[in-house]
């Protein structure tokens, strides 16, 4: 090729305007190993385009020139919205240029030193990039220099640009492009297959790589690979695993560390197969959905340097074993040990269960002894603040966190008696002064409580439905909320002002509650709360007129739990003249004798349906029970025994609670049913109607 007359001079934006007759050049605007980009105005047209020239050093070789018009013809064959677009390619002697749409947005290189991007525009920067790869890839062309350098910032999105090492797929002249030896790409974002500089091994999959490396570098500001030189970039790109990004920036989810640790696996077969598995796992990522890339495990490093070195790992392996043969051997000759402080341990826990259980017991008891001192008091304020004193104390010396169910109850109570006493205002207050606004799991749940004793219901609603949001896998918060419903509908249904429609969707609601939280219990297997659930739905249930359902469930909640009175109470409320006898198998109901002495003297004896039942406060129920006698002379009691006092205690308060609870409503309490009411209105109706 013959000299050409522009070698030497250097190019500028008055001299590009004497060759090239269809553009008025501005200014130079960057400037790389394969072209000089200036900023134009193309004539006639008069659009903003950029312009890069060949130097004229660079024309002289042949190699050089096609490598330049590559660039053009590979980015002419693309039309897609993430690439920037090619609009005129032209030569005039030995000036070869070609222009293409200005983009005026930095580079993302220059975006870096401001510092690192968010996690959303990474994702972003991803799907913009990927898909414009997967694009090319489908029109067969290969970029292999994806950084972040050749990503800029057009507005909202993302564009790729300088496919000057760009390959078609289908061409096999890449030995004639480079020199032997040559490394095609930037060191810090090549793949071990660009290194090794095996030009067949070149695919898509390197281009994912190089992504995978860019959008690294852009979320910890830094690229995954770092060395003083070119070769030892290269060599720890060869030899070391990427340092985890989680372990670098903690708000890093850890689906997006998995995809990027996919593109950077040095087995280009691990890698993903194309730019659009990667885009569409990124599109997952944003969408907040599964992708297919999986979390990296603690054991994977392990498992890729096996991969690199098989002999070495075979020999770590065999070490391994005899290691592990040799502490068996001594692990085995201290087992008797082990099985004795296990034994210990499990004689431990057995005595804090029963510990446990008898503190239920006793809090149960007080709490019932305040409540029916309270009833029984009306017009003697000294008997109710004494009442109200009993449960103060409680609140003092009970240990919440432990016993939850109770702490909420207790505080039910304590909010009922200031209510009843005009003082609500100064009990939150109080409340208020203690907890403060936490939003911890038990704070919420007696706030709620709180409020539903001090009948704030639309309030106590609220804070149910806020537990459920932050611990959506808690059934008590769903059926709180199902029992505040409850209470909602009975105020509007004996309102003279009320709106039975109106009521009517609070019970349903209230039944759906109880569906989600009868769900979380059985997936919990707490076979006790979900029959909890399933008497506060049969009790909406009947509400709602569907008794035949509300029998299901109550009958359902007695097989989980026999002892359930409020249960019993309800079903006899279905159906007036049900044997008591279907229920509970005759020989499970024992009379207890008066004399606490002789606790062994109880003998069990049927009890006919029609059998008049002495009338018994829960109180003196509570008095009968042999446990109760023994209780106070020592701790060394029976567990059997004090579980079962445990239960009979939880079914008497449940009791007693639904009497409570349904005092002003219609629908009959659990337990409440007696003879005296034979004449009362069928099941499913109140008594206004």
């Known amino acids: 090729m013959n000299e050409s007359p522009l070698l030497g001079v250097e190019l500028t934006a008055e001299l590009l305007n004497e060759r090239l007759e269809s553009y008025r050049v501005v200014r130079e605007v960057g400037r790389g190993a394969m072209g000089i980009v200036f900023e134009a105005h193309q004539r006639g047209l008069e659009r903003r385009v950029a312009v890069k020239v060949l130097p004229p050093n660079l024309s002289m070789r042949d190699r050089t020139v096609r490598r330049f018009l590559r660039e053009a013809g590979a980015m002419g064959r693309l039309a897609h919205t993430n690439i920037v677009d090619v609009y005129q390619v032209g030569s005039h002697g030995s000036l070869h240029y070609f222009a293409m749409r200005f983009v005026d947005g930095p580079p993302l290189d220059l975006v870096l030193k401001a510092g690192v991007l968010g996690i959303g525009d990474v994702v972003q920067v991803g799907i913009d990039v990927a898909s414009a790869l997967a694009h090319a890839h489908s029109r067969g062309v290969l970029h292999r220099d994806v950084k972040p350098s050749n990503l800029l910032r057009d507005g909202e999105r993302v564009v790729l640009t300088d496919f000057g090492l760009a390959k078609p797929m289908d061409s096999d002249d890449e030995d004639a492009m480079t020199e032997s030896g040559d490394l095609v790409g930037t060191p810090l974002y090549m793949s071990p297959e660009q290194i090794s500089g095996d030009s067949h091994g070149i695919d898509a999959r390197s281009d994912v790589w190089g992504l995978g490396a860019t959008l690294y570098e852009l979320l910890i500001g830094r690229p995954p690979f770092s ?76 498992l890729r340097w096996s991969r690199r070195h098989p002999y070495q790992a075979a020999g770590v392996l065999i070490a391994t074993l005899a290691f592990g043969a040799f502490v068996w051997k001594l692990q085995s000759s201290d087992q008797k040990r082990k099985d004795a402080v296990k034994e210990q341990q499990v004689a431990v826990s057995a005595r804090k269960v029963a510990v446990s259980l008898q ?10 002894a305040a409540t029916d001192q309270w009833s029984n008091a009306e017009g003697n304020n000294g008997l109710r603040l004494h009442a109200l004193e009993r449960v103060l104390n409680l609140q003092m010396v009970m240990p919440f966190d432990q016993y939850p169910e109770i702490a909420a109850q207790i505080m039910r109570v304590y909010a009922r008696f200031s209510r009843e006493l005009g003082n609500s205002e100064q009990a939150m207050a109080d409340f208020n002064r203690l907890y403060g606004e ?37 059934p008590e918060s769903w059926l709180d909320g199902a029992r505040v419903l409850y209470m909602i509908a009975l105020r509007e249904n004996s309102s003279s002002s009320g709106d039975p429609i109106s009521a009517k969707r609070q019970f349903t609601r209230a039944v759906l509650l109880c569906d989600q939280a009868l769900d979380r219990a059985v997936r919990a297997l707490d076979a006790n709360l979900a029959a909890t659930v399933m008497i506060e739905r049969a009790r909406c249930l009947i509400a709602l007129n569907q008794v035949d359902k509300a029998e299901l469930d109550l009958r359902q909640a007695l097989e989980n739990d026999p002892a359930r009175a409020d249960a019993r109470g309800l079903l006899e409320a279905c159906k007036p003249k049900l044997d008591f006898e279907e ?24 009890v006919a349906s029609n059998q008049q039942k002495p009338a018994t406060s829960p109180l003196k129920a509570l008095a009968d029970l042999p446990l109760i006698g023994r209780m106070n002379q020592s701790l060394e009691i029976d567990k059997k025994d004090l579980a079962d006092a445990g239960k009979n205690l939880t079914s008497i308060y449940r009791g007693l609670r639904d009497v409570l609870r349904t005092a002003a409503s219609g629908v009959p309490a659990a337990g409440a049913a007696s003879d005296a009411s034979k004449d009362a209105a069928p099941a499913g109706t109140n008594g206004n109607q």
């Open 227 to 302: 060395g003083g030189s070119a070769q030892a970039i290269l060599n720890a790109i060869l030899h070391r695993d990427p340092v985890l990004l989680r372990r670098q920036r903690a708000d890093v989810p850890q689906d997006l560390e998995a995809v990027l640790l996919k593109c950077l696996e040095k087995d280009r077969n691990r890698r993903y197969s194309g730019a659009a598995g990667l885009h569409a796992d990124l599109l997952a990522i944003q969408a907040g959905q599964s992708v297919s890339a999986r979390p990296p495990r603690f054991f994977d490093p392990a």
């Open 359 to 368: 503190t239920m017991a006793i809090i149960n008891m007080e709490l019932l």
């Open 438 to 474: 936490g939003t911890s799991r038990m704070v919420l749940a007696m706030r709620g409580a709180m409020l539903e004793g001090l009948e704030k219901l639309p309030e106590a609603l609220a804070v149910h439905q806020q537990r459920a949001s932050l611990y959506p896998k808690s």
């Open 583 to 606: 229920l509970v198998p005759p020989e499970t109901i024992a009379v207890v004798p008066a004399d606490a002495a002789q606790p062994d003297a109880a003998i069990a004896k049927p």
